[in-house]
């Protein structure tokens, strides 16, 4: 229901534990998980990154890993985007982020299609 602007701290969606991220290369929804070991990591809005309390492992808005023992960028979901009447408009199945499009009303996260994050190794 709610977008955030671009790179503005990423929206929260606990039932379906995803982040919709916003950044200049478009949103996207990351899943909550941490890509080390599996635990669920918050953002931090000081430090303007997602930061895992577990073993440290840190991630940029984007979810492009940046340090800690995490092996890859965090995953993300497939997505679409839909308009007011409920027609696709624009959609991502391949983990990348898309530029939101005018008239977007809300958007549909499949949590049941996971793409794993780029490794790093
Ligand atoms: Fe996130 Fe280990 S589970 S750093």
């Known amino acids: 229901d709610e977008f955030p602007q671009p790179n503005a701290a990423p929206v929260s969606n606990n039932p379906g534990k995803f982040w919709l991220v ?3 290369a478009g949103i996207n929804a990351l899943y909550k998980v941490c890509t080390h070991l599996g635990c669920i ?3 931090s809005e000081a430090a303007r990154i997602f930061a895992c309390p577990c073993h440290g492992s840190q991630f940029k ?3 492009t890993y940046i340090a800690g023992p995490a092996p ?3 995953d993300r979901f497939e997505f679409r985007v839909l308009d ?4 696709v408009i624009a959609a991502s ?3 990348q982020p898309i530029p939101m499009p005018s008239g977007a009303e809300s958007v ?3 949590t049941g299609r996971k793409i794993l994050g780029k490794s790093h190794f």
């Open 72 to 74: 890859r960028d965090l």
């Open 108 to 110: 549909v996260v499949n």
């Open 41 to 43: 990591f918050p953002w």
């Open 84 to 87: 007011a009447n409920g027609n």
């Open 61 to 63: 808005l984007d979810g």
């Open 93 to 95: 199945t391949d983990g």
């Open 22 to 24: 916003n950044t200049d």
